[in-house]
């Protein structure tokens, strides 16, 4: 499907790079175009494989007729110039995932895992335990680690764990998993897809081509996750529901008791969701839940996620830099009760933080940081809580740190992308971190 053909890819990136590399072993000519300078030495490896790098503000002036297909990078926006370009000149609009599918071995079966929170905690989960179940499992996607990566290594009768943003089901044509799960859905990307309404149509496209063979996985206490599976023609299992559900401090599946909280050393009801939904796959998938067992007394949660990084005089500090929009957040503040020094902002992408009302009583107070800290001071004015203004993470940090005090708690839970001053929500977390280890 890919071969000799003239390729023009939107955005470098980790996807834009791997799937440079995996097509041109296929006589294709690629080029490339980034806003934004480039590793030398990756650079350099492209280069050297014949494949075209051009740095451009304005990449749609470098696409014409001539192409074949346009791959762009998840976190283009579907209205960018260069997109719409394609789109006039009838040019096909797809993604690195997208792309990777058409190389994976027949008969691969795949599950995949998307949801507006909750996804990469849950994709990790499963992933450690089918790997202590001894299933033959790899891992990618949303999680960072592009299909185009990993696709050559995968082989028949390997099971494929993907993560899967709504950035990236945005472009699918003919992806198909076998087993979709549907964490939750929220608001959240509103300015990626324009509405709500066009949100949780992307989202649906994770059943996409499903016969009644295949598995959906849907958590029935999110109104909007159930809405979109109504009409699917998968065979459904809910959790949160009559059959699959936490009560009392029990995760039960088929309405059996499978494992106490205080067997799993990770905390937290949203963590103990994304476990009921791991187990009720291995229900599915017949998987002992010994497995399951042993993995969760020691699994300490993923990065970026509600992370304890330390505590220093009684002040403990938690990077939750993986929380890009106000429900994640209302997760983070379920998870303390009070006390709690709150960093918040970042990218401003019209989010509202009225979700976060009913906790407000938990906070000390908010510390407004990024693009979007007025909308934030506007938000804490309206609702008395008290608040101060930083432009960088680093100078509330250095404000915060003048004024906690023990048992107090220091919470990144930014509810806002971090576009605004870092590529990636990893880099404002690893910022936080390396400020909290130097205190």
């Not at 790899?138 to 099971?159: A, T, Y």
């Not at 699917?232 to 599946?253: A, P, Q, R, T």
Request: overall charge neutral.
């Amino acid at each position: 499907m890919y071969k000799g053909k003239k390729i023009f890819i939107l955005g470098m990136a980790k996807s834009g790079y791997e799937v440079a590399k995996l097509l041109v072993k296929d006589q294709n000519e690629i080029i490339i175009s980034d806003q934004k300078d480039q590793d030398e030495a990756k650079l350099a490896e492209l280069n050297a494989l014949g494949i075209k790098f051009i740095k451009s503000n304005e990449p749609e002036s470098l696409l014409d007729n001539s192409f074949d297909v346009l791959i762009k990078n998840p976190a283009v926006f579907p209205y960018h110039p260069c997109v719409k370009k394609a789109e006039a000149l009838k040019i096909p609009v797809v993604n690195e995932m997208e792309v990777a599918y058409h190389y994976l071995p027949k008969n691969t079966k795949i599950i995949g895992i998307t949801g507006s929170n909750g996804k990469t905690t849950t994709t990790t989960i499963i992933y450690e335990v089918l790997k202590k179940a001894g299933v033959n499992v790899i891992l990618g996607g949303n999680i960072g680690i592009p299909l185009s990566q990993i696709v050559r290594e995968i082989k028949k009768n390997d099971l494929l764990l993907l993560e899967i943003s709504d950035h990236q089901l945005n472009d699918f044509k003919d992806f198909k998993t076998n087993i979709s799960i549907v964490t939750n859905i929220c608001p959240t990307h509103l300015d990626f897809h324009g509405s709500y309404e066009a949100y949780k149509n992307v989202k649906k496209k994770i059943f996409d081509h499903h016969k009644k063979s295949d598995i959906a996985i849907v958590n029935k206490a999110s109104v909007d996750a159930y809405d979109i599976a109504r009409n699917i023609k998968s065979k459904k299992y809910y959790f949160n529901d009559e059959n699959n559900y936490l009560k009392d401090g029990i995760i039960y599946v088929n309405k059996e008791a499978v494992i106490n909280t205080k067997d799993i050393l990770l905390k937290g009801e949203h963590n103990y969701e994304n476990i009921l939904t791991m187990l009720v796959l291995l229900n599915i998938l017949q998987i002992d839940y010994k497995y399951a067992k042993e993995v969760l007394k020691d699994f300490k949660g993923v990065e970026h996620r509600i992370e304890y990084v330390r505590t220093i005089n009684g002040v403990a500090y938690y990077n939750d830099s993986k929380s890009t929009n106000p429900t994640a957040t209302v997760t983070a503040l379920k998870s303390f009760n009070s006390h709690i020094h709150l960093i918040l902002g970042g990218m401003d992408r019209n989010q509202e933080f009225t979700d976060l009302i009913p906790y407000l009583n938990r906070l000390t107070k908010i510390y407004a940081i990024g693009e979007v800290r007025n909308r934030i001071i506007d938000f804490c004015n309206q609702n008395n809580v008290p608040y101060e203004e930083h432009e960088f993470l680093k100078e509330a940090l250095a404000s915060i740190n003048k004024n906690v005090q023990a048992g107090d708690i220091v919470l990144l839970s930014p509810a806002s992308a971090s576009w605004d001053q870092y590529a990636k929500f990893e880099d404002r977390g690893d910022e936080f971190k390396k400020i909290v280890n130097e205190l």
